[in-house]
């Protein structure tokens, strides 16, 4: 119930939003980027509203990197980044807020055409992970929880250090569709517009991550009512059904934090 009434009032925001049209300067990263890319000209068509979408990881040294996109001082009004990497930035003072918007689930691909290996138990998924040749990962949330985490918890951390390698700013299902990993592993919604790869399956329980991805404004925003409109809009049950079909779960009336 709370939940439903919290949704009810962030979709009023939009219809509040005035006639004024602003530009809204969005940097996304790639988790929520195909859901954002479909309910973006929804919400401008809605509210009159320009965005200009770009598009980096929540972490790393990249050179589109959000932190790294702050340290050079980019005009931007809001960013849709893992959770924890916009927690850092409410924190550091960067950003005014956070909502979160929907979780994510990592996944595995491989080569369209190459035999499709079993990781629905986490044996399983050991095993694949010891017979493959090389393995890809994301340089953002679910790549440093495989790099930092999972390969310790299967305990398969020495074995696979020299083959698996980290993806930076490149989506990794772009790397197994070339033939330059045998197997990848990324949020699912990262890995479904790919083509040139079927998709394995998501990582087993036991080994399964979930990152919550989340918007806010950044301090200094140039058009930030309108942002929070459309954090709004991206919270609310009208965009849950989009979210959902792009591979991840919506937190629809998500509390800002």
């Given at each position: 119930?709370?939940r439903?009434?919290?949704?009810?009032?962030?979709?009023m925001l939009?219809?509040a939003?005035?006639a004024?049209?602003?530009?809204?300067?969005?940097?996304?990263?790639?988790?929520?980027?195909?859901?954002?890319?479909?309910?973006?000209?929804q919400?401008?068509k809605?509210?009159?509203h320009h965005?200009?979408?770009?598009w980096?990881p929540?972490?790393?040294?990249?050179?589109d990197?959000?932190?790294?996109r702050?340290?050079?001082?980019?005009k931007m009004d809001?960013v849709?980044?893992?959770g924890?990497?916009?927690g850092?930035?409410?924190?550091?003072g960067?950003?005014?807020?956070?909502?979160?918007?929907?979780?994510?689930?990592?996944g595995?691909?491989?080569?369209?055409?190459?035999?499709?290996?079993?990781i629905?138990?986490?044996?399983?998924?050991?095993?694949?992970?010891?017979?493959?040749?090389?393995i890809a990962?994301?340089?953002?949330?679910?790549?440093v929880y495989?790099k930092?985490?999972?390969?310790?918890k299967?305990?398969?951390?020495?074995?696979?250090?020299?083959?698996a390698?980290m993806?930076p700013?490149?989506?990794?299902a772009?790397?197994?569709?070339?033939?330059?990993?045998?197997?990848g592993?990324?949020?699912?919604?990262e890995?479904?517009p790919?083509?040139g790869v079927?998709l394995?399956?998501?990582?087993?329980?036991?080994a399964?991550?979930?990152?919550?991805?989340?918007a806010g404004?950044?301090?200094g925003?140039?058009s930030?009512?309108?942002?929070?409109?459309?954090?709004?809009f991206?919270a609310?049950?009208a965009?849950?059904?989009?979210?959902?079909?792009t591979?991840?779960?919506?937190?629809v009336?998500a509390?800002?934090?």
């Amino acid at each position: 119930m709370l939940r439903a009434l919290i949704a009810s009032a962030l979709a009023m925001l939009i219809a509040a939003g005035g006639a004024r049209a602003d530009e809204i300067v969005v940097v996304t990263s790639g988790g929520l980027s195909a859901a954002f890319k479909i309910l973006a000209p929804q919400f401008e068509k809605q509210t009159g509203h320009h965005i200009v979408m770009e598009w980096g990881p929540s972490m790393g040294l990249t050179h589109d990197a959000v932190p790294q996109r702050l340290a050079r001082g980019e005009k931007m009004d809001m960013v849709i980044m893992a959770g924890y990497a916009l927690g850092e930035l409410v924190r550091r003072g960067q950003a005014l807020d956070r909502t979160e918007i929907a979780t994510s689930y990592i996944g595995a691909v491989v080569k369209k055409g190459a035999k499709v290996p079993d990781i629905s138990t986490v044996m399983a998924l050991k095993a694949t992970l010891m017979a493959a040749d090389s393995i890809a990962y994301s340089d953002s949330a679910s790549g440093v929880y495989i790099k930092n985490e999972m390969f310790k918890k299967l305990g398969i951390e020495d074995q696979v250090r020299d083959k698996a390698h980290m993806i930076p700013a490149t989506p990794v299902a772009e790397i197994v569709a070339k033939g330059e990993a045998e197997i990848g592993f990324q949020a699912l919604s990262e890995l479904l517009p790919t083509p040139g790869v079927t998709l394995v399956g998501l990582l087993p329980e036991g080994a399964q991550h979930t990152t919550t991805f989340a918007a806010g404004v950044i301090k200094g925003a140039q058009s930030p009512d309108a942002a929070h409109q459309l954090i709004a809009f991206l919270a609310s049950p009208a965009a849950a059904e989009t979210i959902r079909s792009t591979g991840m779960e919506p937190l629809v009336g998500a509390a800002v934090k």
